[in-house]
């Protein structure tokens, strides 16, 4: 497979902690890949190194056989790398559309005011945000904030988007509609790292799963391989959910 995006023995600190700790991983064009782990794995971190906001300790980082660790956020954004914000942080004074309208024009470059709103109407529309263009972005709801951030960053035309937990506060209808949104932008060709703390949403979308734990990659797999990975039970899924899991399965297989 020749990746898209790799990243090759990647080690963050931060004065005496390592957040990230050597870590390695491909990621093939159109995969949409789980990344999951307890808070503090250093999932985070890793979206930070590969969107350019801190430069990785040690380690490379490739994209689209570029070497990209180094570089500026926007210059990652401008190669086709695009990221949402855990904590999700609209210009509330402005529009929908305006908020639409900066990173589009940001990624391109030189884009007019014309190109740029229609770009991010375009953006807008795919995400079913356009109704509330005009609208303040204070005036959202949770839902529809985080919808804006995934209209922001599709506005950037990204070829790898990494979604920090998106869908989280997110009520269950609201899940499914982000779920839909997730696999139209996937469709598009789009590759897709999603942190995700929901199971339910990383088992439906995601045909390869990444765990992160004290910042060092612990399992990878299929979703049914990395669920049941005496490991990532422990560190993060618990014996509940393994349980759960496990009854499903002889469930499907008695019936
Ligand atoms: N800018 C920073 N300065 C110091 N420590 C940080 C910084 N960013 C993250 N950390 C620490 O790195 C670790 C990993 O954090 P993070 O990547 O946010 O985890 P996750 O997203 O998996 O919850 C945590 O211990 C966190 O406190
Ligand atoms: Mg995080």
């Known amino acids: 497979m020749t990746a898209i995006l790799s990243l090759d023995n990647v080690t963050q600190r931060f004065g005496g902690l390592t957040a990230l700790d050597a870590v390695s991983l491909d990621i093939a064009p159109g995969e949409v ?31 689209d ?23 999700v942080q609209p210009f509330p004074e402005m529009t929908v559309l305006e908020n639409v309208m900066s990173p589009a024009t940001f990624a ?9 709103q229609e770009k991010a109407l375009e953006a807008l529309r795919f995400c079913g945000l356009d109704e509330q263009a005009q609208m303040r ?14 209209a922001k960053s599709l506005a ?30 996937s ?13 339910k949403v990383v088992m439906n979308l995601c045909s390869r ?5 004290h910042g060092a990659k612990i399992a990878e797999g299929t979703p049914a391989e990395v669920t049941s990975d005496p490991h990532v ?22 019936g």
């Open 33 to 63: 890949v789980g990344l999951i782990g307890p808070n503090g794995a250093g999932k985070t971190t890793l979206v930070n190194m590969v969107s350019g906001v801190y430069k990785p300790s040690t380690g490379t980082i490739t994209f």
């Open 65 to 87: 056989g570029k070497r990209i660790d180094g570089l500026k956020s926007y210059q990652i954004a401008r190669l086709g790398v695009a990221r949402t914000y855990q904590v």
């Open 108 to 116: 391109a470059g030189n884009l007019g005011v014309e190109a740029a």
């Open 137 to 150: 972005a204070s005036e959202l709801t949770l839902a529809g904030r985080k919808r804006l951030e995934l």
């Open 156 to 185: 950037m035309d990204p070829k790898v988007l990494l979604l920090d937990e998106v869908n989280a506060g997110l009520n269950p209808a609201e899940i499914d509609l982000a779920l839909d949104l997730i696999r139209r932008i």
């Open 187 to 199: 469709a598009k060709g789009v590759t897709i790292v999603i942190i995700e703390h929901l199971m």
């Open 209 to 213: 799963i990444v765990v992160l734990h």
């Open 233 to 254: 039970i422990e560190a993060y899924l618990g014996n509940r959910y393994a349980r759960k899991q496990a009854g499903e399965a002889k469930e499907g297989a008695d």
